[in-house]
């Protein structure tokens, strides 16, 4: 990357009318140009979209060189390109625009053949033209595809856009659409080669019906992964029988959904949140039915209260007993009078737990997380990520709860602990006494005060200061035990 870092220099003195120093002179013979294409054109798709595209004003050699790139993804973001798409931004429509001209003159100048390893669309394109995002995904399918994103974002009310995001209005789904009684079964692989060869698809605040889900389902023999985001028309879902090769099942923000049921399956993981944000919610879908899926370890859930996180994992009973890791998103600007609050169910087979917390409060004590480790008598790896506010206040002095007694259970094969969101407050540093003191087999300890520094403020004080403090444990712990600060 260096030497076409040097050469891009000097490409642009050159179209500037600069003298430059030659290429031979300067840096040697040009030995990676020599390279041939089955070498040059797998490095330039590691690169982002811009960057292998930039590639082409090296020389003659390299001038198409990324347009038989296997990876096309168009999120601004990875690519470092500069947007205000905002629904209330007058400037949308013009960025909508640009953002379109860029994806059709990529796909105009694309020569790669029928073996496309990844295409992935992101931007708000709610205003725009639905054909658009037609060609896009025809296009996709014809390249024998493997992984498949489509994120329109959401919008600042928290909802997915239905002038365009209702998937039956693209001309694959009017198909589907254009049935009363929709067979999943139905063999329409002639439309589209590349629904053999998809592995993973992620549609992101598009109204996907549970139709057509299913119909991905069983006409992608390959697909192992599917995601499926802010979809205001996913009611009742449906994933049964063994010839379905999924393993990872993620569901979120599909606030109308009804039923899940998962039976005879190889899924390995099953991820289920209805919020992302602040905002409570104590909603839970009707009914909940997995069976018969031995090879299910890792379920995700999120985002609730502790009450929540309960009622979901008692829904998930007849198989949590075979539960590896397990994640879950907490609201937690109340907190509990009684360490009993904090227990959730027996997990025996439990190996890794991550706790992401948002906190209401800064005196808001975290003892209780220790308690619940009680129920978790095999875990080894703990994290616990702290969400505070942008603007904390302390509890006002009348408000000022006691404090949960100190934990007394000792911990036999807890191991690794880590703390993502670490400050100088006094709450943080009492956790983290309290597991040193619980956690008899504990090896390493791991603390993570960069959440500081990405809110700015008084929270890169904080940082800061929870950086000293957390120095000044280090030599409060066993000489024996590992102790990272990052």
Same mark, same amino acid.
Request: proline content about 4%.
């Given at each position: 990357?260096?030497?076409?870092?040097?050469?891009?220099?000097?490409?642009?003195?050159?179209?500037?009318?600069?003298?430059?120093?030659?290429?031979?002179?300067?840096?040697?013979?040009?030995?990676?140009?020599?390279?041939?294409?089955?070498?040059?054109?797998?490095?330039?798709?590691?690169?982002?979209?811009?960057?292998?595209?930039?590639?082409?004003?090296?020389?003659?050699?390299?001038?198409?060189?990324?347009? !038989?790139?296997?990876?096309?993804?168009?999120?601004?973001?990875?690519?470092?390109?500069?947007?205000?798409?905002?629904?209330?931004?007058?400037?949308?429509?013009?960025?909508?625009?640009?953002?379109?001209?860029?994806?059709?003159?990529?796909?105009?100048?694309?020569?790669?053949?029928?073996?496309?390893?990844?295409?992935?669309?992101?931007?708000?394109?709610?205003?725009?033209?639905?054909?658009?995002?037609?060609?896009?995904?025809?296009?996709?399918?014809?390249?024998?595809?493997?992984? %498949?994103?489509?994120?329109?974002?959401?919008?600042?009310?928290?909802?997915?856009?239905?002038?365009?995001?209702?998937?039956?209005?693209? !001309?694959?789904?009017?198909?589907?659409?254009?049935?009363?009684?929709?067979?999943?079964?139905?063999?329409?692989?002639? &439309?589209?080669?590349?629904?053999?060869?998809?592995?993973?698809?992620?549609?992101?605040?598009?109204?996907?019906?549970?139709?057509?889900?299913?119909?991905?389902?069983?006409?992608?023999?390959?697909?192992?992964?599917?995601?499926?985001?802010?979809?205001?028309?996913?009611?009742?879902?449906?994933?049964?029988?063994?010839?379905?090769?999924?393993?990872?099942?993620?569901?979120?923000?599909?606030?109308?959904?009804?039923?899940?049921?998962?039976?005879?399956?190889?899924?390995?993981?099953?991820?289920?949140?209805?919020?992302?944000?602040?905002?409570?919610?104590?909603?839970?879908?009707?009914?909940?039915?997995?069976?018969?899926?031995?090879?299910?370890?890792?379920?995700?859930?999120?985002?609730?209260?502790?009450?929540?996180?309960? =009622? &979901?994992?008692?829904?998930?009973?007849?198989?949590?007993?075979?539960?590896?890791?397990?994640?879950?998103?907490?609201?937690? =600007?109340?907190?509990?009078?009684?360490?009993?609050?904090? &227990?959730?169910?027996?997990?025996?087979?439990?190996?890794?737990?991550?706790?992401?917390?948002?906190?209401?409060?800064?005196?808001?004590?975290? %003892?209780?997380?220790?308690?619940?480790?009680?129920?978790?008598?095999?875990?080894?790896?703990?994290? %616990?990520? %702290?969400?505070?506010?942008?603007?904390?206040?302390?509890?006002?002095?009348?408000?000022?709860?006691?404090?949960?007694?100190?934990?007394?259970?000792?911990?036999?094969?807890?191991?690794?602990?880590?703390?993502?969101?670490?400050?100088?407050?006094?709450?943080?540093?009492?956790?983290?006494?309290?597991?040193?003191?619980?956690?008899?087999?504990?090896?390493?300890?791991?603390?993570?005060?960069?959440?500081?520094?990405?809110?700015?403020?008084?929270?890169?004080?904080?940082?800061?200061?929870?950086?000293?403090?957390?120095?000044?444990?280090?030599?409060?712990?066993?000489?024996?035990?590992?102790?990272?600060?990052?």
């Amino acid at each position: 990357m260096a030497v076409i870092q040097k050469k891009q220099k000097t490409a642009r003195r050159s179209c500037r009318g600069e003298k430059c120093i030659d290429d031979d002179d300067d840096y040697g013979e040009d030995r990676l140009s020599e390279l041939p294409d089955e070498i040059l054109i797998p490095i330039l798709s590691l690169l982002t979209l811009r960057e292998a595209v930039s590639s082409g004003i090296l020389s003659q050699r390299w001038r198409n060189l990324w347009t !038989y790139i296997s990876t096309l993804n168009f999120d601004p973001v990875a690519n470092k390109i500069e947007t205000k798409s905002c629904f209330f931004n007058p400037s949308t429509a013009k960025s909508r625009r640009k953002y379109v001209n860029w994806v059709n003159n990529v796909l105009a100048q694309y020569k790669g053949g029928h073996n496309l390893e990844e295409f992935g669309v992101c931007f708000d394109l709610a205003r725009t033209s639905p054909s658009y995002v037609n060609d896009w995904f025809e296009y996709a399918m014809s390249k024998n595809i493997k992984h %498949l994103e489509f994120n329109f974002l959401k919008s600042p009310l928290g909802n997915p856009y239905s002038d365009l995001t209702n998937l039956s209005r693209l !001309y694959f789904f009017r198909i589907l659409g254009s049935r009363k009684s929709c067979d999943p079964a139905m063999n329409l692989n002639f &439309m589209f080669v590349g629904f053999q060869s998809l592995k993973s698809l992620s549609l992101k605040f598009i109204n996907v019906s549970c139709e057509a889900i299913e119909y991905f389902l069983y006409n992608c023999p390959l697909l192992e992964r599917l995601s499926v985001h802010g979809s205001s028309r996913l009611y009742n879902l449906r994933i049964i029988g063994p010839s379905i090769m999924l393993r990872h099942l993620e569901i979120v923000r599909c606030f109308n959904i009804q039923t899940i049921e998962i039976c005879d399956t190889n899924l390995v993981s099953f991820t289920y949140s209805r919020d992302s944000g602040l905002r409570s919610t104590m909603e839970w879908p009707n009914r909940i039915v997995i069976k018969n899926s031995p090879l299910l370890v890792e379920v995700l859930i999120g985002t609730g209260t502790l009450a929540f996180a309960q =009622h &979901m994992i008692l829904k998930l009973s007849c198989f949590i007993h075979q539960l590896q890791i397990l994640e879950l998103t907490l609201y937690h =600007h109340h907190p509990e009078r009684k360490m009993s609050s904090y &227990m959730l169910p027996m997990l025996r087979n439990l190996k890794q737990l991550k706790l992401i917390v948002f906190l209401g409060g800064i005196e808001h004590c975290l %003892l209780g997380f220790v308690a619940m480790l009680k129920n978790f008598p095999y875990l080894e790896t703990f994290v %616990l990520q %702290l969400e505070r506010r942008n603007e904390v206040t302390p509890l006002a002095k009348g408000s000022r709860k006691k404090p949960l007694p100190s934990i007394r259970y000792p911990h036999e094969f807890l191991k690794v602990v880590k703390m993502i969101g670490f400050n100088d407050f006094s709450v943080d540093c009492d956790f983290l006494m309290q597991i040193i003191e619980n956690a008899i087999a504990l090896e390493k300890i791991i603390i993570d005060t960069s959440e500081g520094h990405k809110l700015g403020g008084n929270w890169l004080k904080r940082a800061v200061a929870g950086r000293t403090r957390a120095e000044q444990l280090k030599s409060l712990v066993p000489p024996n035990l590992e102790f990272i600060l990052l």
